[in-house]
């Protein structure tokens, strides 16, 4: 069962537009949501983060929505750049799943120039 | 700061043989959690330890082991390997269980 679902599989966005990633969860007792950032060869690398306890929060061009009600939370990358193109994990971890997180299925982001 | 370190790069190995996998956390970093990253599963979640004490485990099967050394590097042994065992085998550190992982670059076993 995938506790964290991701959409969508794979996004193209113009240079300058907004990339908007989507992840909803189940499990009630997340209590932090990470998104990485993942390059070829590379292992994934923390983006931003947000707890349940704010509806927001901004990092440059990076913003986490997160919807407690709906148990969804969404990645907005602003003017979207070349460089951005990787792939993008959602992550949830609870005060029930010790250290362990659960990702998303992942978002391969291709920005054209 | 070094960041996480895994050795070795890159691994090709036969059917049925063993492989270990290293890991060197960043300094100070109790905890060291593996998992598993493949196309068509994404990032599965092997082990956890904190430390050297295995605190949590994912659904693989026993041929899947690990430890951690007093230092909190870690290494993971794979036994008896299959075909389905090809993947990228990311260790991500972190001081505990409230702040959010770093992940080293992977190990890429390739199993032939």
């Known amino acids: 069962q995938q506790q964290v679902k991701q959409s969508p599989q794979s996004l193209i966005v113009q240079k300058g537009g907004i990339s908007i990633i989507n992840c909803a969860y189940e499990n009630t007792a997340f209590d932090y949501f990470p998104w990485y950032q993942q390059f070829p060869g590379k292992g994934p690398a923390l983006l931003i983060a947000i707890r349940p306890d704010v509806s927001e929060k901004k990092e440059g061009r990076f913003t986490i929505s997160f919807n407690k009600s709906a148990k969804q939370f969404s990645l907005h990358i602003m003017d979207s750049q070349p460089g951005d193109s990787a792939t993008y994990f959602c992550?949830?971890?609870?005060?029930?799943?010790?250290?362990?997180?659960?990702f998303g299925t992942g978002t391969s982001l291709t920005v054209i120039p | 700061k070094a960041g996480v370190t895994q050795t070795p790069r890159y691994l090709i190995k036969t059917r049925g043989q063993q492989v270990t996998l290293s890991c060197s956390p960043i300094?100070?970093?109790?905890?060291v959690s593996w998992y598993q990253q493949t196309p068509g599963q994404g990032l599965q979640f092997l082990f956890e330890?904190?430390?050297?004490?295995?605190?949590n485990k994912g659904n693989f099967p026993g041929r899947f082991s690990g430890r951690q050394f007093s230092n909190s590097r870690s290494e993971m042994n794979v036994s008896t390997l299959e075909l389905g065992d090809s993947a990228l085998y990311l260790c991500?550190?972190?001081?505990?269980?409230?702040?959010?992982?770093?992940f080293g670059s992977g190990t890429r076993l390739t199993v032939v």
């Open positions: 991500a550190s972190s001081p505990g269980s409230f702040y959010g992982y770093t």
């Open positions: 992550a949830a971890r609870g005060s029930n799943t010790g250290n362990q997180f659960y």
């Open positions: 330890y904190f430390s050297e004490t295995q605190r």
């Open positions: 300094s100070g970093h109790r905890s």
